[in-house]
């Protein structure tokens, strides 16, 4: 679907004032400022963050009483359960948390549901089995917020409780011993840190009352530097904004991924060809790393992951790198299956150009792979997008997925349509539901009612913010190293997106990787060439050989390393057949 083609508003002198005051580039001062940096000291503070911008883990809410629980539970040798979730967060977090334990002398083990069988967050079996195996403590990471009744059974079992978790709060709090929460408590605004981030600001008031003073122990921040590469891959992973502190997570974590990964992130990465990158950027966690991880537990083997992320044994972590590589090309596959299908059931149910919303549901979908492409299809169709996994016995409810788009609150949109759901939760911009087979046609109506009321129809097109218009002379190796000062790059924090009027198709597209659906271009205006890759592109191959050979192009400049080469390349994003661009603010 086209897409509104926005230019971000820019003053010159302030551009200028800027780039004298804090003593950076033009293009540097300019796009600081469309973020809202406009002082030299948020500059300098932006540009060179510090681990000591991290704020002291007892200024989030719950923590310090929970870790004084678990530090408690260790000394009286209590059996302690990390209850996490299944996707890269929550298995990251699990990760890091029970490793804290272990250092610390605790018996720990882990616990992630089955994605399937069990499906999101704790459950009343689970916890009974945990109970009967001897645990006494069981410590949630990534979920738990939501679970009221849940925490009702595990105080009938004799369980001590700890939540941490960082999805949207219910109307009521389960009744835990602790919930470490960012949102929970006196300290007010809630923080973006995500379920990851918050299971390292525990280890870290771990190792402070483990310790007795603020200063941990060596061995403990040799554990913690070890630790924020797994902070950072959650971080990453669930997508939450990439300001405050979890700028400072991602930025150190990357640096650890590089210098000192683990047995098994390691494995993981030469799999991923990574071990051949001079440094790793945000991009390689979210397209090579995440999705290798999260496959496991998309296909319900999410306890592989964790071990993977905690052994110490190099032959078992190459051993399931391995497996997790293969189950990562068997989730590829079904995503393309599904795609292929929900987007055909969308244009014969729905029609992209008429719904606000699309639900769509189908008995031969893999409930372990529907929120990917609930995903791919917000972004393509800009819309919200609900995909349900219908059981084909009938004696189970169907699992959905939704993700959202700029300006619909999927928690509050699910919430309103609660009647017919058996339950539900999530963000604002993705979630999760059950529901009942003779509900979904009543369901969809009122999804579709509500997004219609919520979504004016300017809001149905997508908008593509532009950071500037730019000559492909100015791209010289030297900016775009400069661009590159503004990473991590992410959420919140988005590589720079530029324009280029007038760009020539030196050489016919071609396709390129699996199946074809990537293309590779070469661009050229005046005397000056590039390459260009359109991730996910392919289906423009058609488009451009027919557009008369002169094309407007959006783009994301990056430096590509190539057998020690370093060279511009741009990132496609969206073209049109070249016309007068009118800027709009």
Same mark, same amino acid.
């Given at each position: 679907?086209?897409?509104?083609?926005?230019?971000?508003?820019?003053?010159?002198?302030?551009?200028?004032?800027?780039?004298?005051? %804090?003593?950076?580039?033009?293009?540097?001062?300019?796009?600081?400022?469309?973020?809202?940096?406009?002082?030299?000291?948020?500059?300098?503070?932006?540009?060179?963050?510090?681990?000591?911008?991290?704020?002291?883990?007892?200024?989030?809410p719950?923590?310090?009483?929970?870790?004084?629980?678990?530090?408690?539970?260790?000394?009286?040798?209590?059996?302690?359960?990390?209850?996490?979730?299944?996707?890269v967060?929550g298995?990251?977090?699990?990760?890091?948390?029970?490793?804290?334990?272990?250092?610390?002398?605790?018996?720990?083990?882990?616990?992630?549901?089955?994605?399937?069988?069990?499906?999101?967050?704790?459950?009343?079996?689970?916890?009974?089995?945990?109970a009967?195996?001897?645990?006494?403590?069981?410590?949630?990471v990534?979920?738990?917020?939501?679970?009221?009744?849940?925490?009702?059974?595990?105080?009938?079992?004799?369980?001590?409780?700890?939540?941490?978790?960082?999805?949207?709060?219910?109307?009521?709090?389960?009744?835990?011993?602790?919930?470490?929460?960012?949102?929970?408590?006196p300290?007010?605004?809630?923080?973006?840190?995500?379920g990851?981030?918050?299971?390292?600001?525990?280890?870290?008031?771990?190792?402070?009352?483990?310790?007795?003073?603020?200063?941990?122990?060596?061995?403990?921040?040799?554990?913690?530097?070890?630790?924020?590469?797994?902070?950072a891959?959650?971080?990453?992973?669930?997508? !939450?904004?990439?300001?405050?502190?979890?700028?400072?997570?991602?930025?150190?974590?990357?640096?650890?991924?590089?210098?000192?990964?683990?047995?098994?992130?390691a494995?993981?990465?030469?799999?991923?060809?990574?071990?051949?990158?001079?440094?790793?950027?945000?991009?390689?966690?979210?397209?090579?790393?995440?999705?290798?991880?999260?496959?496991?537990?998309?296909?319900?083997?999410?306890?592989?992951?964790?071990e993977?992320?905690?052994?110490?044994?190099?032959?078992?972590?190459?051993?399931?790198?391995?497996?997790?590589?293969?189950?990562?090309?068997?989730?590829?596959?079904?995503e393309?299956?599904i795609?292929?299908?929900?987007?055909?059931?969308?244009?014969?149910?729905?029609?992209?150009e008429?719904?606000?919303?699309?639900?769509?549901?189908?008995?031969?979908?893999?409930?372990?792979?529907?929120?990917?492409?609930?995903?791919?299809?917000?972004?393509?169709?800009?819309?919200?997008?609900?995909?349900?996994?219908?059981?084909?016995?009938?004696?189970?409810?169907?699992?959905?997925?939704?993700?959202?788009?700029?300006?619909?609150?999927?928690?509050?949109?699910?919430?309103?349509?609660?009647?017919?759901?058996?339950?539900?939760?999530?963000?604002?911009?993705?979630a999760?539901?059950?529901?009942?087979?003779?509900?979904?046609?009543?369901?969809?109506?009122?999804?579709c009612?509500?997004? %219609?009321?919520?979504?004016?129809?300017e809001?149905?097109?997508?908008?593509?913010?532009?950071?500037?218009?730019?000559?492909?002379?100015?791209?010289?190796?030297?900016?775009?190293c400069?661009?590159?000062?503004?990473?991590?790059?992410?959420?919140?924090?988005?590589?720079?997106?530029?324009?280029?009027?007038?760009?020539?198709?030196?050489e016919?597209?071609?396709?390129?990787?699996?199946?074809?659906?990537?293309?590779?271009?070469?661009?050229s205006?005046?005397?000056?060439?590039?390459?260009?890759?359109?991730?996910?592109g392919?289906?423009?191959?058609?488009?451009?050989?027919?557009?008369?050979?002169?094309?407007?192009?959006?783009?994301?400049?990056?430096?590509?390393?190539?057998?020690?080469?370093?060279? !511009?390349?741009?990132?496609?994003?969206?073209?049109?057949?070249?016309?007068?661009?009118?800027s709009?603010?």
């Open positions: 679907m086209a897409k509104r083609w926005r230019y971000r508003p820019h003053d010159a002198a302030r551009v200028t004032a800027l780039e004298r005051e %804090a003593g950076v580039p033009a293009v540097v001062a300019h796009l600081l400022l469309s973020r809202g940096i406009d002082q030299p000291q948020r500059v300098r503070d932006f540009l060179d963050c510090k681990l000591s911008h991290l704020r002291d883990p007892a200024e989030l719950g923590a310090a009483e929970a870790a004084e629980r678990l530090y408690a539970a260790i000394a009286d040798r209590r059996k302690i359960v990390v209850y996490g979730d299944y996707d967060d298995v990251t977090g699990t990760s890091l948390l029970w490793q804290c334990l272990r250092l610390l002398g605790a018996e720990a083990t882990t616990y992630v549901p089955h994605r399937i069988e069990e499906g999101y967050g704790l459950n009343d079996e689970a916890l009974r089995t945990l009967a195996q001897g645990a006494k403590v069981v410590v949630t990534d979920c738990g917020i939501a679970s009221v009744a849940e925490a009702r059974t595990a105080r009938e079992l004799g369980l001590e409780l700890i939540i941490t978790d960082h999805h949207c709060l219910g109307a009521q709090l389960p009744e835990a011993a602790a919930i470490v929460h960012p949102a929970v408590g300290a007010g605004a809630p923080s973006p840190l995500s990851a981030g918050v299971a390292f600001k525990l280890a870290w008031a771990l190792c402070q009352r483990a310790s007795g003073a603020k200063r941990v122990s060596d061995r403990m921040r040799e554990f913690l530097l070890d630790a924020v590469a797994l902070a891959i959650g971080t990453v992973a669930d997508c !939450v904004p990439l300001i405050d502190e979890n700028r400072v997570l991602v930025q150190y974590g990357l640096r650890a991924l590089g210098e000192r990964p683990s047995i098994g992130l494995s993981l990465a030469r799999l991923a060809e990574l071990d051949r990158k001079p440094e790793l950027g945000c991009e390689d966690i979210a397209f090579a790393l995440a999705p290798r991880i999260n496959a496991a537990g998309r296909l319900g083997q999410a306890q592989l992951a964790v993977l992320l905690t052994t110490a044994s190099a032959e078992r972590a190459a051993a399931l790198a391995e497996y997790m590589n293969e189950l990562n090309a068997s989730r590829q596959s079904l393309r299956s795609y292929l299908a929900a987007h055909k059931q969308i244009v014969e149910q729905h029609g992209p008429c719904d606000a919303a699309f639900v769509v549901a189908d008995y031969d979908w893999h409930p372990g792979v529907i929120g990917i492409v609930a995903g791919r299809l917000a972004e393509k169709l800009h819309r919200p997008v609900v995909l349900i996994a219908l059981d084909a016995t009938g004696v189970k409810p169907g699992t959905g997925s939704a993700r959202s788009i700029a300006g619909f609150d999927l928690h509050a949109a699910l919430a309103e349509c609660g009647e017919h759901l058996l339950s539900h939760g999530g963000h604002a911009v993705a999760g539901l059950r529901i009942a087979l003779e509900n979904v046609a009543a369901f969809r109506e009122q999804f009612e509500v997004a %219609a009321a919520r979504l004016s129809h809001q149905r097109q997508a908008e593509l913010w532009i950071d500037a218009e730019v000559p492909l002379a100015a791209l010289t190796l030297q900016t775009v400069d661009l590159e000062r503004l990473a991590p790059f992410g959420i919140g924090n988005h590589r720079p997106v530029f324009a280029a009027s007038a760009v020539a198709l030196a016919a597209p071609r396709r390129i990787g699996g199946g074809g659906r990537h293309l590779s271009l070469q661009l205006q005046g005397p000056v060439r590039l390459r260009g890759v359109a991730f996910g392919g289906d423009w191959l058609d488009e451009l050989s027919a557009s008369g050979g002169t094309v407007d192009i959006v783009f994301r400049p990056v430096i590509n390393a190539f057998r020690g080469r370093r060279s !511009v390349e741009l990132q496609l994003t969206d073209w049109r057949v070249s016309e007068p661009v009118v709009a603010t």
